[in-house]
C-alpha cells in the first residue's frame, strides 16, 4: 500500500517536447511537495502546495508548471524539455511545517536527449 | 537561506566499522531532520532532533543535535551492508516564503558504503 506514488518510474524524451509527472499521497496531509535530484544528489525544492493552494514557488523556469487537481494529487508538466531538466524528479508529502516529515516517492527519472 | 554542510560526501567501510558524519551550519536551526536515501528509492525519515544536546538512538544509530543547534551528527555502530545509502539532513531555511511557509533545505548528503 504505497503512501506516495509518482508515475512515471523512467521518462526518457527529447529536446523540445512536453511531458507530466503524476504524483498521489494516500496519507491524508495536506502539503504536497515537488523536489528536484540532480546528478550530484543534491536535493532543491521547486513547488509546494497546501490543500490545492501554491505556497511555495522557488525560482525554476516558468517551462516547469505543477497542478494540484485536490489536496491528494500533485502533478507537474514540463514544456518545452531541455537538456539540463534531466533529473530525478521527487514528489513528497506532510502534515506541513518544517518538522512534519516528508514522505516520498520513489522518483521519476527524466532523461532528456 | 540557511545553509548546511554535509562532511564527508564520500565514506567506504568495512563492515563492522564504526563511522560518525556530520551535518554543519553558520546558523541556528529549530530542529533538523535526518533522511536515508537508498538507490532507485526516495529519502526516508530516520529521526528528528529539536533540543539543543539532545541525543537520539535508532538501533546501531545515534544521532546528536549540537549544544548550540548549529550542528549535528549521526554516530552508526557496527556498519552494516544494509546501512549503505546517502544519508541527508534538512532543516528550516530561516525565510519565510510569499506564500506564508518556510521551506526545508537540504545538505549535499553523505554517500555511505558498507561493504561486507
Known amino acids: 500500500d504505497t503512501a506516495v506514488s509518482q508515475t512515471p518510474k523512467y521518462l526518457v524524451t527529447q529536446m523540445g517536447n512536453d511531458k507530466s509527472i503524476k504524483c498521489e499521497q494516500n496519507?491524508?496531509?495536506?502539503?504536497m511537495y515537488w523536489y528536484k535530484q540532480d546528478s550530484k544528489k543534491f536535493l532543491k525544492i521547486m513547488f509546494s502546495?497546501?490543500?490545492?493552494?501554491?505556497?511555495i514557488n522557488e525560482t525554476v523556469p516558468n517551462r516547469f508548471s505543477p497542478k494540484s487537481p485536490d489536496k491528494a494529487h500533485l502533478n507537474l508538466h514540463i514544456n518545452s524539455l531541455e537538456l539540463g531538466d534531466s533529473a530525478v524528479y521527487f514528489c513528497?508529502?506532510?502534515?506541513?511545517?518544517?518538522?512534519?516529515?516528508?514522505?516520498f516517492g520513489n522518483g521519476t527519472r527524466l532523461t532528456v536527449t | 537561506t540557511q545553509l548546511l554542510e554535509q562532511s564527508p560526501q564520500f565514506l567506504s567501510i568495512q563492515e563492522g566499522e564504526n563511522l560518525t558524519v556530520y551535518c554543519n551550519s553558520s546558523s541556528v536551526f529549530s530542529s533538523l531532520q535526518w533522511y536515508r536515501q537508498e538507490p532507485g528509492e526516495g529519502p526516508v525519515l530516520l529521526v528528528t532532533?529539536?533540543?539543543?544536546?539532545e541525543v537520539k538512538k535508532l538501533k546501531r544509530l545515534t544521532f546528536q543535535f549540537g549544544d548550540a543547534r548549529k550542528d549535528s551528527s549521526l554516530h552508526i555502530t557496527a556498519a552494516q551492508p544494509g546501512d549503505t545509502g546517502l544519508y541527508l539532513c534538512a532543516g528550516p531555511s530561516g525565510k519565510i516564503t510569499q506564500g506564508g511557509s518556510e521551506k526545508l533545505v537540504f545538505g549535499k548528503g553523505t554517500k555511505l558504503t558498507v561493504n561486507p
Open positions: 532532533v529539536v533540543t539543543g544536546g
Open positions: 513528497a508529502s506532510s502534515q506541513g511545517g518544517t518538522r512534519s516529515p516528508l514522505h
Open positions: 502546495y497546501n490543500n490545492k493552494e501554491l505556497i
Open positions: 496519507l491524508g496531509h495536506d502539503t
